[in-house]
């Protein structure tokens, strides 16, 4: 079964690796545990002015 879960979580350096640091509250509510698999989408924050430009004024 999949549940859907937004959370915001931070990648750390993890010896020459990188690790995802899951806040507690998180592995307490859904009773995680080392080795469980999770599924999860990588999305990065979206700059819109590089989408749209940037807004000038006009002078008037």
Known sequence: MIQDLAIVATIRKW???LGIV???ELVKEQHLREDDQILFDVIHP???STFYGKLRR???
Do not use: E, T, V, W
């Open 15 to 17: 010896g020459s690796s």
């Open 22 to 24: 899951l806040p507690a």
């Open 46 to 48: 979206i700059d819109l």
């Open 58 to 60: 006009r002078n008037r």
